[in-house]
C-alpha cells in the first residue's frame, strides 16, 4: 500500500468488492452538515480517476450557499414537473421503480435542506457529436465522479448522480458564475444518509456479455 | 461485508483508496492469455455502477478473435496516424506526455498481440445533444467502465480507455455485428502488464475546487 493509501486516505480502506456490491443512489439524506474536508477528500479521490490525454479538464462546484441552493433548486422542480408524468408512466407495473420515483420526488421537495452539493464540470462546451469526441468529453469527468460516489459509500454519506438541476445549461452556468469555456455535467447532492447503503440487484453478466460478435452469448445461462 | 465481497469476488479486497491512487493507464501488456472467468468478473462488478433511471441499458463485447481484432486494429492505425501528428506536437515540450505517446503508439504496433478487449457499448444511438441528454447517456456507462478499470487494478491486470478503435461508428458496428440501436463506447484492452501500477500526480484539489460560485477558491494553498 502506498502512503497515499495509508495516510491521507485513512477513511477509505473498504475492500473495493464491497464498496462496488452496495453502492446505490442514496436520496434521502439528513440535514446535518458535512466536513468540507471530507467533502475535499472525496473530491480529492475523484482527480485520481483517468482523463483523456491526461489533460485533467474539470472543475468542481462546492454548493453550500442558501441561495445558490434555492436557484438550483427551482431549475430541478421545473424539470421534475415536466418528467414526473413520464416517470409514473414508466413505473405504472413495477413497484421499484414507482420507490425509486418517490426517493427522486423526496430530493425535489427536500433540495434545498441537502447540506452540501458538489457540481462536476469539463472545459470545453462541446456538442458531443461524433459519438468518439462525445466518449473522450464525457469519459473524462464520470469515471472521476464514479470514484467520488464510491468513496461517498466507503466513508457512509449518501451520494448519488442528478442531471435535473442542470437541464438549462444556460441557466446553471449563471446561477453558479461558470465561464462559457466550462460545462456543468451533472450535481451531486451529499449527506448523511436516512436509509441505508447494501447490495444491488443488476441481469446476469452473461445476458449483457458477447464473445467477438454481438449476439454470441457463451456465457448466458440457459 | 456481504456476501458477493467475501465471496465471488475474493480477488478485489484491495482498499478502495489504495486502488484509486495507483490507477492508472497500463498500455503494454503481455501477449499470455487472460482468464474468461476473470474478465466476465470484472464486467459483473462493471454492472454494479449507476445507470440513470436504473435502466442498465449497456452491452458488453469481449474480444479474443484474431480477425475481429485485425480489423479493429486497423481502425485504430488510421486514427493515430491522423492523430500522431498533433499528439506529437503537443508533447513538444513535455517529456512525461511524450512518454505516453510512446506507449499509445506501442499499443497501436501491437493492438493484435493484446490478448483480450472489452468494448462497452449503450443501448440507443444518441447525438449528445442537448448535453442534460448526452450527460444521462455517457453517466450511465463510464461509472461502469470506471468499475471495471478499479477491479482491473486490483487483480493487478493492466487496461485502460481507448476511443480510437471506434472513431468510425459505422465500421465499429459493422465489425462486431452490433444493431443500429447498440452503440459502441470506448474499448478496454487487458492484458497482464509489462511495467506496474503506483501513485499518479494530480493538480491539487484546492485549485480545481470552487465555493458555490466558479473562481472562488477557498482551498486554494498560495
Redesign the interface.
Known amino acids: 500500500?502506498?502512503?497515499?493509501?495509508r495516510g491521507a486516505?485513512a477513511d477509505?480502506?473498504?475492500?473495493?468488492?464491497?464498496?462496488?456490491?452496495?453502492?446505490?443512489?442514496i436520496r434521502r439524506v439528513r440535514p446535518d452538515p458535512v466536513d468540507?474536508a471530507l467533502v475535499?477528500r472525496l473530491?480529492?479521490?475523484a482527480?485520481?480517476?483517468?482523463t483523456?490525454?491526461?489533460e485533467?479538464g474539470?472543475?468542481?462546484?462546492?454548493?453550500?450557499?442558501p441561495e445558490?441552493k434555492r436557484r438550483l433548486g427551482r431549475q430541478n422542480r421545473v424539470m421534475w414537473r415536466l418528467y414526473r408524468p413520464i416517470?409514473h408512466f414508466?413505473a405504472r407495473n413495477d413497484p421499484k421503480?414507482q420507490r425509486?420515483n418517490d426517493a427522486v420526488e423526496w430530493g425535489v421537495d427536500h433540495f434545498e435542506e441537502i447540506p452540501v452539493f458538489v457540481v462536476a464540470c469539463f472545459h470545453g462546451s462541446?456538442?458531443?457529436?461524433?459519438?468518439?469526441v462525445?466518449?473522450?468529453t464525457?469519459?473524462s469527468i464520470?469515471?472521476a465522479?464514479?470514484?467520488l460516489?464510491?468513496?461517498a459509500r466507503?466513508a457512509g454519506l449518501g451520494a448519488?448522480?442528478n442531471?435535473?438541476p442542470?437541464?438549462s445549461?444556460w441557466a446553471a452556468r449563471r446561477i453558479?458564475?461558470?465561464?462559457f469555456g466550462?460545462?456543468p455535467?451533472?450535481m451531486i447532492p451529499l449527506g448523511w444518509p436516512i436509509g441505508k447503503y447494501?447490495?444491488?440487484t443488476?441481469?446476469p453478466?452473461?445476458e449483457?456479455?458477447?464473445?467477438?460478435?454481438?449476439?454470441a452469448r457463451p456465457?448466458k445461462k440457459a
Open positions: 500500500m502506498n502512503d497515499d493509501a486516505y477509505f480502506q473498504m475492500p473495493l468488492a464491497e464498496a462496488m456490491t452496495t453502492q446505490r443512489a468540507d475535499l473530491i480529492e479521490l482527480l485520481k480517476g483517468p483523456a490525454q491526461n485533467q474539470w472543475e468542481f462546484i462546492v454548493v453550500k450557499d445558490v416517470a414508466k421503480t425509486m462541446r456538442f458531443g457529436f461524433p459519438p468518439v462525445a466518449a473522450s464525457y469519459g464520470f469515471p465522479i464514479q470514484n460516489l464510491l468513496a466507503a448519488n448522480i442531471t435535473m442542470l437541464w445549461n453558479l458564475g461558470l465561464p466550462v460545462t455535467c451533472v447494501g447490495p444491488t443488476r441481469k453478466v452473461g449483457v456479455v458477447s464473445l467477438d460478435r454481438y449476439g456465457w
